[in-house]
């Protein structure tokens, strides 16, 4: 598959059960009570952090994969990250805030909704080590061409910016359908599909390393 599409497609993925984090809060809450401008441009403030977080884990993994051997060994090391993801996902328990309180967006600044989407997930150990892990394992076979990769992330990201922004503008349609329940069964979904994307990029890498 084109690496653009697989790109889409994992942006897809993230889009569809790993995006109810501490970002889609304050992106549904700006939504509704400061409107779809102000919440587009905390949009594009996440969308920037996600960029530069995988910019930085592209330079570093350049650093440490110089070879086929490698790719395949950081592919068990980030499938194993992402079974563990997974069990933490599934077993994470969420509470809605029944106040509307669960991230403050105040200031009336549009440099001050940049700022703080950039800073939404900065001190998120999630995102810190998701999206190396997606580098080194998930699109490690596309390292050695810096189109392919680029292309890659540029779907990726391209598909997670539009969902953002889709919530925004659904903001108040969503919001009654955020209930606890809702949220369990999210994470319980999304905890299953990384333990079998995690199992999957495992089996693949160990296959092209010719264990399996």
């Known amino acids: 598959m084109h690496p653009l599409f697989e790109g889409m497609l994992l942006g897809l993925t993230l889009a569809l059960f790993f995006g109810f984090g501490p970002a889609?809060?304050?992106l549904v809450q700006t939504g509704i009570h400061r409107g779809f401008s102000k919440g587009l441009i905390l949009a594009i403030g996440?969308?920037?952090?996600?960029?530069?977080?995988?910019?930085?884990?592209?330079?570093?993994?350049?650093?440490?994969?110089?070879?086929?051997?490698?790719?395949?060994?950081?592919?068990?090391?980030?499938?194993?990250?992402?079974?563990?993801?997974?069990?933490?996902?599934?077993?994470?328990?969420?509470?809605?805030?029944?106040?509307?309180?669960?991230?403050?967006?105040?200031e009336p600044h549009a440099i001050t909704y940049l700022i703080k989407g950039f800073l939404l997930n900065i001190a998120n150990p999630f995102v810190w080590l998701f999206w190396p892990t997606v580098v080194l394992g998930v699109a490690a076979p596309f390292?050695?061409?810096?189109?392919?990769?680029?292309?890659?992330?540029?779907?990726?990201?391209?598909?997670?910016?539009?969902?953002?922004?889709t919530k925004v503008y659904l903001a108040t349609k969503i919001k009654g359908y955020i209930t606890d329940k809702f949220l369990r069964l999210i994470n319980k979904i999304a905890g299953i599909i990384l333990i079998i994307f995690g199992i999957a990029l495992v089996i693949r890498s160990l296959y092209e390393s010719g264990i399996l």
Do not use: P
């Not at 910019?55 to 395949?72: E, L, P, R, T, W």
């Not at 090391?77 to 994470?92: E, N, Q, S, V």
């Not at 390292?143 to 922004?165: E, H, N, P, R, Y």
């Open 46 to 106: 996440v969308f920037l952090n996600d960029l530069t977080v995988v910019s930085i884990s592209i330079v570093a993994a350049h650093a440490v994969m110089d070879s086929m051997h490698k790719h395949q060994l950081f592919g068990v090391i980030g499938g194993i990250i992402l079974m563990i993801f997974g069990f933490l996902t599934y077993r994470h328990k969420i509470v809605v805030n029944s106040n509307d309180e669960v991230i403050n967006i105040s």
């Open 24 to 26: 889609f809060f304050a």
């Open 143 to 165: 390292m050695d061409t810096t189109s392919d990769i680029i292309l890659f992330f540029a779907g990726t990201l391209a598909v997670v910016f539009s969902s953002d922004v």
